[in-house]
């Protein structure tokens, strides 16, 4: 069973273009999250839900909307797509604990903006 | 501003020669640090969660371990399916968000 799973898992499109990265879970997580990997593998986090609520929303063009329907889903929709965008965007989940939580990441979307 | 530096970039190993990832970090306080390999095209996968200053961690050939200022992740008899990129990131108090290193791009040779 696929804990984190994200589609599509390639995406080619045309600047100016608007598009959409779905991320599902199925561990029971509260909190999901969206990171972006650029082209020398440093991952960055971009926003961050729990339980539906935006709780990260780091400096990221507002072309950026993430949706959050329910726990354990959570979209990416990109406007007006541009070159800097093409990257592989990762999604993760954690269950909040007092202590720590893990987060698990799923198999990414690389995104190709021409 | 928190930051988290690993090295080497990159390592090349003989199958069999142990070797140490190192991760320094400087951050404001530590609720956790994390360490993942990535596989090429993949997502990362979770390796270990240490809490603590002298806190270790164990599994098959990878041992991870945590000082006040820095982690290591000791690879003993390395084999080619060894072969990733390992990831480490922390997680400071009251936050949920990860801040992660640069990767170490290790690569095991038979």
């Known amino acids: 069973d696929t804990a984190v799973s994200q589609t599509p898992k390639y995406l080619v499109t045309q600047m100016g273009n608007d598009k959409s990265i779905k991320c599902e879970q199925n561990?029971?997580?509260?909190?999901m999250y969206w990171y972006k990997q650029d082209s020398k593998k440093f991952l960055k986090i971009m926003f961050s839900y729990n339980n539906k609520e935006l709780i990260i929303n780091e400096t990221v063009p507002n072309r950026f909307s993430p949706k959050s329907p329910d726990k354990a889903h959570l979209n990416l929709h990109i406007n007006s797509l541009e070159l800097g965008d093409s990257a592989v965007y990762f999604c993760a989940s954690s269950q909040f604990l007092s202590h720590t939580d893990t987060q698990y990441f799923g198999p990414g979307t690389r995104l190709t903006v021409l | 501003e928190d930051q988290v530096t690993q090295s080497p970039e990159a390592l090349r190993l003989q199958e069999g020669e142990s070797s140490s990832l190192n991760c320094s970090y400087t951050?404001?306080?530590?609720?956790?640090l994390f360490w993942y390999r990535q596989d090429p095209g993949k997502g990362p996968e979770f390796l270990f969660t240490?809490?603590?200053a002298g806190e270790e961690k164990e599994k098959e050939r990878l041992k991870a371990t945590l000082t006040k200022k820095e982690s290591f992740l000791h690879i003993t008899a390395p084999k080619p399916e060894d072969s990733a990129t390992y990831l480490c990131a922390v997680q400071t108090p009251g936050t949920y968000k990860y801040i992660f290193g640069t990767g170490t791009r290790l690569k095991v040779l038979a």
């Open positions: 561990l029971g997580h509260d909190t």
């Open positions: 240490l809490y603590s």
């Open positions: 951050v404001s306080g530590l609720r956790g």
